[in-house]
Structure formats: C-alpha cells, structure tokens
Antibody, heavy 122, light 107 residues
C-alpha cells in the first residue's frame, strides 16, 4: 500500500523558514517523480514544485521560485521542501504527491498524503 | 499560464442520476488532462488521466472525454459516496494548473 506521510508544518512568522518532509513507502520511491501541491484554507489546489526520479529535473511555480527548494533522498525514501522567506499567502495545507511517471514534466498525481498545515502569521 | 475553468460551480443531483461536469482550458492541452475527487477533510484522489483513462480502482461509472480545450467528466449513476468536489488539472504545459472545482451535492 502506497503511503505518503508529511511532517514539519506549523505556525511561523512572516520572513522565517520551515522545512517540510514526506516519508514514502509501499512503492519503489526512486522510480517516480514527486511533487508538492498546496491548498489554502477553503480554496483550490495549486502545484508548487516537482522533482524527477533522480532529482536532476526540478520545477517551481512562479509564486515560490527563489524562496522554496525541493529535494529528495532516494536512500531514505524521502521528499523535502525547504521554504524560506515565508509570506502570509503561503498559508496552506501542503500535500506530498507521487507522480505516475519518472519524469516530472507531465505530472499526474496518483497518490497523495494527508497534508501538513503551514500557517504564516505574526 | 493556462487557465482552467470549470462549470457549473455547483451541481445538485439526486442519487442514481447522471452528472456531467465540464472543464475548459484557455489553450490546447491536447489530452494531458486529469480529474480528481476531493471529499471534505480528505486529500484529493486521482480519477481520470489522459482525459479518458480511469485510474486504478476507479469505478466504471466515472468516465472522461474530450481533448484540446474542452473536457467532460461524467458520473453515470451517482452514489452517495460521489458527493464531493471535482477538480480538473492540465499537465501539458508548465505551470501545471488546476480548475477551481465543481461541487456535486445532494439535491
């Protein structure tokens, strides 16, 4: 059974940093691209960032480019999102998602974690 | 950026009836279109990808159609567990964008 378990969310002040983690199990982690998708409270879905199976190809939404960094550790079956210079508009539930494919350039999110809540407020 | 729109915003349907949800892209996404279902307090679940292919474990009452800019998700006979929000997503062109969602509720 595929499982994705996010952690690292919390309340943080504007301008500060937070690092999210996602522990994956139930599939061969290094065969697939992985992504972060977020959902602001009561709002729709927004793709944030994606990373290919080896980590060589990385993409970001414009809204987070230059502030967020995605990475993965295939030896640990883990995905990460380093979030710097956080803004109130980054407040959202952050989902770790598995791609159907190894490449990250045409993402279909076939499994989702339950999400970790990030709240940016003073 | 490709803008995805969905209609209607809310669809009120009785159990056993057919539901038809629409999704439109501001430019062609070919067949690179997925549909997701989200129930309150839960993560989204992949229903359809490639515009027409059901994901693993998805019942046959869910079907997708369309290509280019116009897409449809049809639920042939609504079950109680199908009342939820449905999102379409294009993955043809970066950035990968979602529609605002259609809520299917009980009439």
């Amino acid at each position: 059974e595929v499982q994705l378990v996010e952690s690292g969310g919390g309340l943080v002040q504007p301008g500060r940093s937070l690092r999210l983690s996602c522990a994956a199990s139930g599939f061969t982690f290094d065969d697939y691209a992985m992504h972060w998708v977020r959902q602001a409270p009561g709002k729709g879905l927004e793709w944030v960032s994606g990373i290919s199976w080896r980590g060589r190809d990385i993409d970001y939404a414009d809204s987070v480019k230059g502030r967020f960094t995605i990475s993965r550790d295939n030896a640990k079956n883990s995905l990460y999102l380093q979030m710097n210079s956080l803004r109130p508009e980054d407040t959202a539930l952050y989902y770790c998602t598995k791609d159907r494919n190894a490449a990250s350039d045409r993402p279909v999110f076939d499994y989702w974690g339950r999400g970790t809540l990030v709240t940016v407020s003073s | 950026e490709i803008v995805m729109t969905q209609s209607p915003v809310t669809l009120s349907v009785s159990p056993g009836e057919r539901a038809t949800l629409s999704c439109r892209a501001s430019q062609s996404v070919n067949s690179n279109l997925a549909w997701y279902q989200q129930k309150p307090g839960q993560a989204p679940r992949l229903l359809i990808y490639g515009a027409v292919t059901r994901a693993t474990g998805i019942p046959a009452r869910f079907s997708g159609s369309g290509s280019g800019t116009e897409f449809t998700l049809t639920i042939s006979s609504l079950q109680s567990e199908d009342f939820a929000v449905y999102y379409c997503q294009q993955y043809n062109t970066w950035p990968f964008t979602f529609g605002p969602g259609t809520t299917v509720d009980i009439q």
